[in-house]
T-cell receptor, first 108, second 113 residues
């Protein structure tokens, strides 16, 4: 089945710094999503981005489907950005496969 | 708008006990899912239901059963709980088709002692 890998596994930033998180996938996909899991465990949808670029405030994401990767950019990071960031791809019609996540800690 | 609601939020079980996790969604979604998340890991699919009346195994189905009670509700049952099933369980739902977003409940923390 399709494999999803995320890097880096862990990231520590000072507040105000920028970062780039990467998601590689092993096969073509027609659905890719980014999630933020906050310290309380809630999974929050950030982007639905099977291709192209989207921006939402300080966050933006780019997916290059032909090269099988997606990037999540966080600018001017804040402590509230801490948590785990997951990408998930749709395998077939119904199965969402998740990467192992990037654990981000933003220090004040 | 409640979205995806799952209960209970916390549960402690003894080895060998049974329990059912309940999940309901109010978004009229066709597809529903159960995932488990172990410490430091991503989410792994246990079972999914593409539409009312159908269920299929995911990556880690052993030790679990599911029931798609109706379009809104999808339950997960542990018949004989084992310590290896200690995990956080997430229910999710989505509309059918590739162009849709998956939405998650808040999670159920299960400990088997």
């Amino acid at each position: 089945g399709i494999q999803v890998e995320q890097s880096p596994p862990d990231l520590i930033l000072q507040e105000g710094a920028n970062s780039t998180l990467r998601c590689n996938f092993s096969d073509s996909v027609n659905n890719l999503q980014w999630f933020h899991q906050n310290p309380w465990g809630q999974l929050i949808n950030l982007f639905y981005i099977p291709s192209g670029t989207k921006q939402n405030g300080r966050l933006s994401a780019t997916t290059v489907a032909t090269e099988r990767y997606s990037l999540l950019y966080i600018s001017s990071s804040q402590t509230t950005d801490s948590g785990v960031y997951f990408c998930a791809v749709l395998s077939g019609t119904y199965k969402y496969i998740f990467g192992t996540g990037t654990r981000l800690k933003v220090l004040a | 708008n409640a979205g995806v609601t799952q209960t209970p939020k916390f549960q402690v079980l003894k080895t060998g006990q049974s329990m059912t996790l309940q999940c309901a969604q109010d978004m009229n979604h066709n597809s529903m899912y159960w995932y488990r998340q172990d410490p430091g890991m991503g989410l792994r699919l246990i079972y999914y239901s593409a539409s009312e009346g159908t269920t299929d195994k995911g990556e880690v189905p052993n030790g679990y059963n599911v029931s798609r009670l109706n379009k809104r509700e999808f339950s997960l049952r542990l018949e004989s709980a084992a310590p290896s099933q200690t995990s956080v369980y997430f229910c999710a739902s989505s509309a059918s088709g590739a162009g849709n977003t998956i939405y998650f409940g808040e999670g159920s923390w299960l400990t088997v002692v």
